[in-house]
């Protein structure tokens, strides 16, 4: 099993700025992920994490926008970019080890 | 994209009733997996079916995945209050290890 902590667990922000989210898991797991879910519904990837090359964008999400870093295999950070309030959501970290383990999740609400 | 139709959207019942909740694809999926997320968490994994036709038993939840593997079903005897929750069907993505969520059953069992 893993354990994820993600922090900050809420934010709220003003448009234009910008978010790193970081998680942190307590173990080294070689596949991380990135997912929003709006309160309420299903989860949509971002990203695949990848330690040390770049991130694997899915479709309708860019690094420009969403840039991640993962420097080693326990850690990962992804930053929401010059936010506006289409940005607000809950944004979840997601470390697999045979099955999949959820940080608590970041919420965010841009104002 | 390895889509995942999930029914009912909403469902409220009371204490005691039985539910089945559905996951359907177009696709054949090697793996399906059940997730349980409460308010302000991440998803907890419940189960994962693997082989067509299996059923796996979680206290009162049942799970059961289709012969062709491109469907399963939770089924929920004598439903509680603490089962409340959003219910989450995933399989494998294109990208290899991320998940696909269907859209989830938002569950709420009352007293």
């Known amino acids: 099993s893993a354990v994820i902590s993600q922090k900050p667990s809420r934010d709220i922000c003003q448009r234009g700025t910008s978010l790193t989210i970081q998680c942190q898991v307590d173990?080294?797991?070689?596949?991380m992920f990135w997912y929003r879910q709006q309160p309420g519904q299903s989860l949509t990837l971002i990203a695949t994490?990848?330690?040390?090359?770049?991130?694997?964008?899915e479709s309708g999400f860019v690094i420009d926008k969403f840039p991640i870093s993962r420097p080693n295999l326990t850690f990962s950070t992804l930053t929401v970019s010059n936010m506006s309030p289409e940005d607000s959501s809950i944004y979840l970290c997601?470390?697999?080890?045979?099955?999949?383990?959820f940080g608590q999740g970041t919420r965010l609400t841009v104002v | 994209t390895q889509l995942l139709e999930q029914s009912p959207q909403f469902l409220s019942i009371q204490e005691g009733e039985n539910l089945t909740v559905y996951c359907n694809s177009s696709s054949v999926f090697s793996s399906l997996q059940w997730y349980r997320q409460e308010p302000g968490e991440g998803p907890v994994l419940l189960v994962t079916?693997?082989?067509?036709?299996e059923v796996k038993k979680l206290k009162r939840l049942t799970f059961q995945f289709g012969d062709a593997r491109k469907d399963s079903s939770l089924h929920i005897t004598a439903a509680q209050p603490g089962d409340t929750g959003l219910y989450l069907c995933a399989g494998e993505s294109n990208s290899g290890y991320a998940l696909n969520f269907g859209k989830g059953t938002s569950l709420l069992v009352t007293p």
């Open positions: 994490a990848n330690q040390g090359s770049e991130a694997t964008y």
């Open positions: 997601s470390a697999t080890t045979g099955e999949a383990f």
């Open positions: 079916v693997v082989t067509g036709g």
């Open positions: 173990s080294q797991v070689t596949m």
